[in-house]
């Protein structure tokens, strides 16, 4: 089992950068693929990043390409979320989560449904 904690969230203005955390207990992330997901008041939640677990498959929502990136810290087992360029639209509760993989999978999910176990949330604002 696997405990997922993460961190980074705050208020920031339109056009600045954020960068979240999720660190993990119990297990490293190399044993699973990895996904951020985020939820809007009165909307359901969405994933903006996942990554496979051998690192090979990546994927980013339409609305997030180009300006966050998630990224694996394998000797810290930290995942990261850097948002640059972020737009009110951005503002939600930002979750990480797992699921177990393969060990040579590239594959990535997508879906709410697929993961295993999720961090607490994190909110972020942004502010025009």
């Known amino acids: 089992q696997v405990q997922l904690v993460e961190s980074g969230g705050g208020l920031v203005q339109a056009g600045g950068s954020l960068r979240l955390s999720c660190a993990a207990s119990?297990?490293?992330?190399?044993?699973?693929?990895v996904g951020w997901f985020r939820q809007a008041p009165g909307k359901e939640r969405e994933c903006v990043a996942a990554l496979s677990r051998d690192g090979r498959g990546t994927y980013d929502a339409a609305s997030v390409k180009g300006r966050f990136t998630l990224s694996r810290d394998s000797p810290k087992n930290t995942v990261y979320l850097q948002m640059n360029s972020l737009i009110p639209e951005d503002t939600a509760i930002y979750y990480c989560?797992?699921?177990?993989?393969?060990?040579?999978?590239?594959?990535?999910?997508?879906?709410?449904?697929?993961?295993?176990?999720w961090g607490q949330g994190t909110q972020v604002t942004v502010s025009s």
């Open positions: 119990g297990r490293t992330f190399s044993s699973y693929a």
């Open positions: 989560a797992v699921v177990e993989a393969p060990y040579y999978s590239d594959g990535y999910y997508v879906t709410e449904g697929a993961y295993s176990y």
